[in-house]
């Protein structure tokens, strides 16, 4: 079983409201992901980070930011939420052996109204 | 382009049957293949890794093979269980950097009954 962990594990908000999706992990990866998973397609990179103060943008181009202030920890925050920004948000981590072998959290299920 | 195509989309079997699951890239330079699991409402599991050395790996029930000639995997699962419904995503890495690119397939969205 993997240590890392997502909350809030549902989320129902309005338009334009700010929102953060917490991410944490207790394995000390140096290396952390977002990822937007959509019902029957693929994960799509948003965000990744190889280690404190290392923030970078993945493919999906995204309205979200992160900051990493700890290792431990990588925040998302969507500063005015939108319905197209409803999906199923992913927070992994690895190990810094390089076999990239992800270890998921379970998931924020967004909605945003 | 890089891409992993999983094949079926989805799958209906009997418990105690056996399926294969299949996946192909196109994905180069290829450094390695992975298979996860993912339950309903949870976050993949890793199941299996697959080297470009590797043709066949096992974990418990489940088997996966590599051929990085014709650039194709598969994953059996044998004797299937209720808990074995899940979905099961095919990711491939390339070595095009130091943070490894991954490229995920959609997943084959497999439904055990009993």
């Known amino acids: 079983e993997a240590d890392i962990y997502q909350t809030p594990r549902y989320l129902v908000i309005g338009t334009g409201k700010k929102i953060t999706l917490e991410c944490s992990q207790t394995m000390g990866h140096d290396k952390m992901y977002w990822y937007q998973q959509d019902p029957g397609m693929e994960l799509h990179l948003i965000h990744y980070s190889y280690g404190v103060n290392s923030t970078e943008k993945g493919d999906l181009s995204s309205e979200s930011t992160v900051s990493r202030i700890r290792t431990e920890h990588f925040p998302l925050t969507l500063e005015s939420a939108r319905p197209s920004h409803t999906s199923q948000y992913l927070c992994a981590s690895s190990e810094p052996r390089g076999d990239e072998k992800l270890f998921f959290g379970s998931g924020t299920q967004l909605s945003v109204l | ?114």
């Not at chain 2, 269980?81 to 995503?89: E, H, K, P």
């Open chain 2, 1 to 114: 382009k890089n891409q992993v195509e999983q094949s079926p989309q989805s799958l209906i079997i009997l418990e105690g049957k056996n399926c294969t699951l299949q996946c192909n890239y196109t994905v180069s330079p290829f450094s390695n293949l992975r298979w996860y699991k993912q339950d309903t409402g949870r976050g993949p599991v890793s199941l299996t890794i697959m080297t470009f050395s590797e043709n066949t790996k096992s974990n418990g029930r489940y088997t996966a093979t590599l051929d990085a000639d014709t650039k194709q995997s598969s994953l059996h699962i044998t004797a299937s269980q209720l808990s074995d419904s899940a979905s099961y995503i095919c990711v491939v890495s390339d070595r095009g950097s130091t943070l490894g690119r991954l490229y995920f397939g959609r997943g084959t969205q497999l439904t055990v009954w009993p």
